[in-house]
């Protein structure tokens, strides 16, 4: 999906810069010197989940857009989020065409809660 995602994004003129997991994301931000205007994160993650990546990508002072795909979000992981200001949770699979428009235009109405 990682893969998939980086061409269709890309596809919108997004520069997409991809990770293996949540560390590697993590170290992929500082590599770029935290230069993101928005990063999208799986929740279910090896060696880091999302929500540890989302607690520490704030606690080193970012502060743009922050989307949360998952196949399976439970309400308890949602409660989790609350304090992290998320722009957006997207159930997986899910349009590409809704997740570029929210990261181009605003959160507006484009986040798919889970099921």
């Given at each position: 999906?990682?893969?998939?995602?980086k061409i269709e994004l890309g596809m919108y003129g997004f520069e997409v810069v991809t990770a293996a997991h949540g560390i590697d994301a993590l170290m992929?931000?500082?590599?770029?010197?935290?230069?993101?205007?928005a990063i999208?994160?799986?929740?279910?993650?090896?060696?880091?989940?999302?929500l540890d990546l989302v607690r520490s990508l704030r606690e080193i002072g970012f502060k743009g857009r922050i989307v949360v795909v998952s196949g399976n979000l439970k309400v308890e992981d949602l409660r989790a989020?609350?304090?992290h200001a998320i722009s957006g949770f997207f159930?997986?699979?899910?349009?590409?065409?809704?997740?570029?428009?929210m990261l181009l235009q605003g959160d507006e109405g484009h986040c798919s809660p889970p099921e």
């Open positions: 999906m990682q893969s998939a995602l992929q931000y500082k590599t770029h010197s935290g230069n993101f205007g999208v994160t799986d929740n279910d993650m090896p060696h880091m989940n999302g989020y609350q304090n159930h997986k699979p899910f349009e590409v065409s809704l997740l570029a428009s």
